[in-house]
């Protein structure tokens, strides 16, 4: 049976910003595997003034600038062209979006083969993109947390690492994705006691026991 490769598209300003962390450790590896593809597009590549300028100062007054609209719906467009057969799905972050969690993630890769993520910066991007966006794609509006960001890029990154680590095989075992089995938010390794300055430093003791039970009585009272 031919794998399912789950396809990322991030729709950025600053692929050096992404590249680095995406392509080390275990999501290096998903994408060497192929269960993850990532892909980038800059708006700015979709321009048409010859300064590169992708951002205008906001109707209304307000600070700072606005990314314009049609570069990242070009850009999107773009990304989508060769897949035909493709079920997508556009992610667009805002601080009032719905809470992005892992059933929002596992929901995500089990219904759509390419995820759009649109890192936007300044102050935003113009709100028409998203209008035009819905008649390209689902548009999903998600916040990864109660702050603000300088730019889209760590939420994008956040929901690639989230959703891939997820992904059946990914990670090995499906014990060690770390909701799916009774852990603690305390670990321990070898050896068993550290000494530090004149004080020693212990491993609990039922950890060392070998009995199942207790030790998970243990890890769902911490």
Not at 127 to 140: F, N
């Amino acid at each position: 049976m031919k794998k399912h490769t789950l396809r990322f598209h991030i729709i950025t300003l600053f692929q050096e910003a992404c590249e680095p962390y995406l392509s080390a450790s275990i999501l290096g590896r998903a994408q060497k595997e192929k269960h993850i593809r990532v892909d980038y597009q800059n708006p700015r590549d979709f321009v048409t003034n010859r300064w590169g300028k992708v951002d205008e100062r906001p109707y209304g007054g307000g600070p700072g600038m606005v990314m314009t609209a049609l570069p990242v719906v070009k850009a999107v467009k773009k990304a989508l062209a060769r897949r035909k057969d493709a079920k997508p799905a556009i992610i667009w972050f805002m601080p009032g979006g719905k809470e992005f969690t892992n059933a929002e993630a596992d929901a995500l890769a089990k219904k759509y083969t390419d995820l759009v993520l649109i890192a936007g910066r300044y102050e935003g991007i113009d709100e028409r993109a998203v209008k035009i966006l819905k008649t390209i794609a689902p548009v999903k509006k998600y916040s990864v947390g109660p702050y603000v960001l300088t730019g889209g890029e760590l939420p994008a990154m956040t929901v690639v690492d989230v959703i891939t680590r997820r992904l059946p095989g990914v990670l090995g075992k499906d014990a060690s994705i770390e909701e799916r089995r009774i852990a603690s938010h305390e670990v321990y390794t070898r050896p068993e006691t550290i000494e530090w300055e004149g004080k020693k430093y212990k491993v609990p003791a039922v950890l060392k026991t070998g009995h199942h039970a207790n030790i998970d009585g243990w890890r769902k009272g911490r």
